[in-house]
């Protein structure tokens, strides 16, 4: 695992080893160039995945049902793939102009629900992509991966559960290596709602 | 969670995220991108509700399957040509150009009563000058309108 500069010295992400396959399982490699997998870190993997039509027709039609919910308004396949690019790269334009202020994008992801409620009724409803980071310190985070949100609870759903071991793995890496103590860990999880 | 700055800071790597160049080239080519993405879209459906291949298609298109993947992953800035290859393999139509909203300036002229360039039996035609100006201006127009 390596930890890459995205905007140092507020932003980093983590780069998952090529052996880990809950990131580079095959179907996920495939989208990918042979000398970048397992070198791709995370901001990157997972922006390029959000611009990728191939990648997101077979996500979106293997979750179609949850399309059908009221959050995505019965959109298609094709709309769903579409808002998706869409907000990806509205939100790397904004993150590329506020580089410096990242502190204010994070919310703590121990009140998930809440901030997810509250973004439903508040902004737009098409806010479905989330990044996730453990806060190192003030206005400093590491992103340990991403994903597009369907369910409610991350446990829900396959890709978001995924994440959390990713979040999990993340934080023994940080630990083993003496970087943070593990006490009070959740407190120190985040995400960015895009 | 208490954290070690200094521990972390050198645990760093020196590599630079791919990220950078990418988000740049995505807002440098974002007009053909976007064009691309949504071809890419329209194809994939079409591939899978046919049960069309990326090998068939390669092999009906005279190109690789690798080119063909590059195609479906919004990553090739296709030429006119390409497309028309794609339109004429799998038997869509992928784009169009859209003359609906070209505005049309139709002068206002009103033939002579007596010499209906439409009509063949127009009783002065011998007399008509079938090269003027006016004439030929009337025929367009009202071409354009129609």
């Known amino acids: ?194 | 969670m208490k954290a070690n700055t200094e521990k972390f800071d050198a645990l760093v790597s020196n590599k630079t995220s791919g990220w950078h160049k990418d988000v740049n080239e995505r807002i440098t080519n974002k007009a053909w991108q976007d064009k691309a993405f949504d071809i890419a879209l329209k194809v994939i459906r079409h591939m899978r509700t046919n049960k069309v291949s990326q090998v068939t298609l390669a092999k009906d298109m005279g190109v690789t399957p690798q080119y063909i993947n590059k195609i479906l992953q919004g990553k090739e800035n296709m030429t006119l040509e390409t497309i028309c290859r794609i339109e004429d393999a799998l038997k869509i139509t992928l784009i169009e150009v859209v003359f609906s909203n070209i505005e049309v300036y139709v002068p206002e002229f009103t033939l002579p009563a007596y010499s209906n360039p439409f009509s063949a039996k127009s009783v002065a035609k011998e007399s008509f000058d079938w090269d003027s100006t006016d004439y030929q201006q009337a025929v367009y127009c009202q071409q354009k309108v129609a």
Not at chain 1, 58 to 65: G, L, T
Not at chain 1, 74 to 94: G, M, N
Request: glycine share 4%.
């Open chain 1, 1 to 194: 695992m390596e930890i890459i500069p995205i905007f140092a010295p507020h932003l980093y992400a983590i780069s998952y080893p090529k052996t880990y396959d809950t990131v580079w399982n095959e179907e996920i490699s495939s989208f990918f160039e042979d000398e970048e997998i397992g070198n791709v870190d995370e901001f990157e993997r997972n922006f390029e995945l959000w611009s990728n039509p191939m990648y997101l027709y077979d996500y979106f039609e293997r979750n179609q049902v949850y399309l059908r919910v009221k959050f995505w308004r019965a959109f298609s396949i094709e709309d769903a793939a579409r808002i998706t690019k869409q907000k990806a790269f509205e939100f790397q334009k904004l993150l590329t102009e506020n580089n410096t202020n990242i502190e204010t994008l994070f919310q703590p992801l121990d009140n998930r629900i809440i901030h997810f409620t509250e973004l439903i009724k508040g902004k737009s409803k098409y806010d479905c992509l989330r990044l996730y980071a453990i806060k190192i310190d003030s206005n400093r985070f590491l992103i340990t991966g991403g994903a597009i949100k369907l369910t409610f609870k991350m446990e829900d759903h396959e890709s978001t559960r995924d994440e959390l071991k990713k979040l999990e793995k993340t934080k023994n890496y940080l630990v083993e290596l003496g970087v943070i103590d593990g006490d009070s860990f959740d407190d120190a999880l985040y995400e960015i709602t895009l």
